[in-house]
């Protein structure tokens, strides 16, 4: 129930209808003052996503404390005591992502200096003609070339072949612009097949984009790749209803609808089990206490054995067979998340 004051007048708003109580009998709505404050329009928010009026909270101690009961709640059909799955998915998985790339991910990759000889190119660069000279000199002799010294064109050329310059994703040979790589083409000097040409061109525009530096590269491309976690677990859902539905297929009073709440309810508690390990992991950063590491490693085993358990409750089968069914599920969604990962490494290669 809304905190907003009741309207004196007996129409519903919304249809029109002579009301005969705080609810419209035909559509539903509340009979509601419709001006709000700033407070009444964010208590309304957390109020329709959470149902903070002890909804969540409940759902939340049932999830934690009994695997699978919340599942089976919601297919016998009791769900007016519970938040909504859907609803709680899409608020946990909000706050754990939110948390997680605002305190416990950090795109920071090590400073990578590049030496040769145990120069730095900005220290070879600043070298005075003599110090150069030699320098270089010095870099024939260890090659087994004659002692002579470099022209700075003649360093250069020998940098852009001993160092590891840009990305290359794809075998052959390397281009440095799209231009050469069409000219090469249009010679008929390289037949390429149309994926293999796309392959490459991204290629040529990832190394333009990022200057040919490998370290930015692959930050961008971690990024991208950590940034599309939630895509990937929200796809891999369905995914692992499927596994669910054969795996139980002769158990017929469950549906495919049945193995996707259980799925849900268990990704809930994924969440929340994960944003209390990385939690202690970061205190355990800062502390260094050793009963954090035990209670990390305590908590891990006990999402392996939640997860049993919640399998065991739901689909009331015995000990063994739910072993041997969960280490089929367990094995299943690897690969489902495997091939999913690359179709996502893929995915955020092009999009960098």
């Given at each position: 129930?809304?905190?907003?004051?009741?309207?004196?007048?007996?129409?519903?708003?919304?249809?029109?209808?002579?009301?005969?109580?705080?609810?419209?009998?035909?559509?539903?709505?509340?009979?509601?003052?419709?001006?709000?404050?700033?407070?009444?329009?964010?208590?309304?928010?957390?109020?329709?996503?959470?149902?903070?009026?002890?909804?969540?909270?409940?759902?939340?101690?049932?999830?934690?404390?009994?695997?699978?009961?919340?599942?089976?709640?919601?297919?016998?059909?009791?769900?007016?005591?519970?938040?909504?799955?859907?609803?709680?998915?899409?608020?946990?998985?909000?706050?754990?992502?939110?948390?997680?790339?605002?305190?416990?991910?950090?795109?920071?990759?090590?400073?990578?200096?590049?030496?040769?000889?145990?120069?730095?190119?900005?220290?070879?660069?600043?070298?005075?003609?003599?110090?150069?000279?030699?320098?270089?000199?010095?870099?024939?002799?260890?090659?087994?070339?004659?002692?002579?010294?470099?022209?700075?064109?003649?360093?250069?050329?020998?940098?852009?072949?001993?160092?590891?310059?840009?990305?290359?994703?794809?075998?052959?040979?390397?281009?440095?612009?799209?231009?050469?790589?069409?000219?090469?083409?249009?010679?008929?000097?390289?037949?390429?097949?149309?994926?293999?040409?796309?392959?490459?061109?991204?290629?040529?525009?990832?190394?333009?984009?990022?200057?040919?530096?490998?370290?930015?590269?692959?930050?961008?491309?971690?990024?991208?790749?950590?940034?599309?976690i939630p895509q990937m677990l929200f796809i891999s859902l369905p995914f692992l209803a499927l596994i669910l539905k054969l795996l139980y297929i002769r158990r017929r009073q469950f549906y495919?609808?049945?193995?996707?709440?259980?799925?849900?309810?268990?990704?809930?508690?994924?969440?929340?089990?994960?944003?209390?390990?990385?939690?202690?992991?970061?205190?355990?950063?800062?502390?260094?206490?050793?009963?954090?590491?035990?209670?990390?490693?305590?908590?891990?085993?006990?999402?392996?054995?939640?997860?049993?358990?919640a399998l065991k409750h739901f689909y009331r089968q015995g000990w063994f067979k739910t072993f041997v069914k969960f280490l089929l599920l367990n094995l299943l969604f690897l690969v489902v998340l495997g091939?999913?990962?690359?179709?996502?490494?893929?995915?955020?290669?092009?999009?960098?």
């Open positions: 129930m809304s905190h907003s004051p009741e309207r004196k007048e007996r129409d519903c708003l919304n249809c029109g209808t002579t009301l005969y109580g705080r609810y419209c009998h035909i559509c539903g709505q509340e009979n509601l003052e419709p001006k709000e404050s700033v407070w009444q329009l964010v208590t309304h928010f957390f109020n329709d996503i959470t149902h903070f009026d002890g909804k969540f909270f409940t759902t939340l101690k049932v999830l934690l404390l009994r695997p699978g009961f919340l599942s089976k709640e919601y297919m016998a059909g009791r769900r007016a005591s519970y938040l909504n799955p859907i609803r709680m998915y899409v608020f946990t998985s909000a706050i754990f992502f939110l948390l997680f790339f605002s305190f416990f991910y950090s795109d920071k990759g090590t400073e990578v200096v590049t030496t040769v000889n145990g120069k730095t190119i900005a220290e070879i660069n600043e070298m005075d003609s003599a110090s150069f000279a030699a320098f270089t000199a010095n870099i024939n002799k260890e090659d087994n070339k004659p002692a002579v010294p470099m022209s700075r064109d003649e360093f250069q050329k020998y940098l852009d072949r001993v160092l590891v310059t840009g990305i290359h994703f794809t075998p052959g040979t390397h281009y440095r612009s799209k231009a050469q790589y069409d000219s090469m083409l249009a010679s008929g000097a390289q037949k390429h097949s149309w994926i293999r040409r796309q392959f490459v061109y991204k290629e040529i525009a990832i190394n333009e984009r990022y200057h040919n530096d490998p370290v930015q590269i692959s930050k961008a491309f971690q990024g991208a790749l950590i940034h599309s495919y609808v049945s193995h996707g709440i259980f799925s849900i309810h268990l990704y809930i508690f994924l969440f929340i089990a994960m944003l209390i390990l990385f939690s202690i992991s970061r205190l355990n950063d800062q502390m260094h206490w050793g009963i954090l590491t035990f209670i990390s490693v305590i908590l891990s085993i006990g999402l392996v054995v939640y997860a049993y358990l091939v999913l990962f690359a179709v996502f490494v893929l995915f955020s290669l092009f999009k960098i």
